[in-house]
């Protein structure tokens, strides 16, 4: 881990530039007020808000090298994690090339963090009917449990009351894994604290309980996904979800994987294999008999000819 640590101005101007250069993020737009992109600084890190294919994230520089690295370690224990509770939340190593306070360049690491569609607590407390936002709550804590997930400052303007009726956390930046049950139900008592202070809403019409949504969508079956989203089967063909349960590619493949630093190995109805970032684009086409991961690349055969092809879908060899 390197000592020199970025500045939050570097940053802004690196988000201010027509052209920001990025690692591996394409179509990137931060989100501006008066022209200035949107950066908000915190006590380790600045966040900055943007948007990827028409969806809002939150893109993390750590301002010290002690929120770098505890953040790199969780990431990695986040990957194991199965659960439709949390949004997509990874680390991007040495993503950008910022200055420091004594004008060196250092490559830094990026957090890229999915808000979830929908409206802070704070605000979905003052008209969303109460019995829902205590619903929604159980049911996070339950899944917080579940996964042993202690948020570490969880409070209402870290809460999303999501479109689909379920509570999101976001800025997961003090979280712990594997936590002690007694901690996750504390959190979660200052949020009931929270809720109880205000006046009750009463529900108007039905509406269906969020732990019904899996058991409505109209596939054979739903394989969660280590980056929060859901590969799908319907039929013999696959398809992916994202975190809200939204059809983002539809079931059209023979054969597909999990996404794995937003690439996906799949096969098409001619029994051909590719490679498809999260939008379904083709990164590598759908040309070769097998193909799988090694070590971060991609090693293809076509016919007896083996290759090597990197991230982007470059030959290497």
């Known amino acids: ?16 530039s027509e052209d920001p ?51 790199a370690l969780f990431c990695s224990k986040l990957k194991q994690i199965y659960t439709n509770a949390l949004t997509e939340y990874r680390l991007l190593p040495s993503e950008i090339s910022l200055s ?14 999915r808000l979830p569609a929908g409206e802070s607590l704070n605000r979905a407390i003052t008209h969303i009917a109460t019995s829902r936002i205590r619903s929604a709550l159980n049911l996070l804590k339950q899944e917080m449990i579940k996964i042993g997930f202690l948020h570490g400052n969880l409070k209402p303007s870290n809460l999303i009351y999501g479109d689909n009726g379920r509570i999101y956390p976001i800025r997961y930046h003090y979280a712990q894994l594997k936590a002690d049950v ?3 139900e504390a959190e979660f008592n200052l949020i009931d604290n929270f809720v109880n202070q205000h006046p009750e809403i009463a529900e108007i019409g039905e509406h269906i309980s969020p732990t019904d949504y899996l058991k409505e969508l109209p596939y054979d079956h739903i ?13 013999e063909l696959y398809g992916y979800l994202d975190c809200d349960l939204r059809e983002i590619i ?26 498809i970032d999260s939008r379904g684009h083709w990164v590598i086409k759908p040309i070769y008999d097998m193909l799988g991961i090694d070590e971060g690349d991609f090693e293809a055969r076509i ?15």
């Open 1 to 16: 881990m390197n000592n020199m640590t970025p500045t939050i101005t570097s940053y802004i101007e690196l988000l201010s």
């Open 21 to 71: 250069q990025f690692k591996t993020l394409t179509g990137l737009r931060p989100l501006r007020r008066e022209g200035s992109p949107l950066v908000v600084r915190t006590s380790l890190f600045a966040e900055a808000l943007v948007t990827i294919d028409q969806e809002q994230y939150l893109l993390c520089l750590p301002l010290s090298s002690e929120a770098d690295s505890r953040l």
């Open 100 to 113: 420091d306070s004594m004008g060196r360049n250092v490559e830094c690491d990026l957090i890229l963090h």
């Open 182 to 184: 007694a901690a996750i």
């Open 223 to 235: 394989f969660p996904m280590q980056d929060m989203k859901y590969r799908v089967r319907q039929g």
């Open 250 to 275: 539809p079931p059209q493949f023979t054969y597909a994987e999990d996404f794995f630093e937003n690439r996906a190995v799949v096969q098409t109805s001619d029994s051909k294999m590719g490679v």
């Open 303 to 317: 016919g007896d000819e083996w290759i090597k092809i990197d991230y982007s879908g470059t030959t290497i060899k």
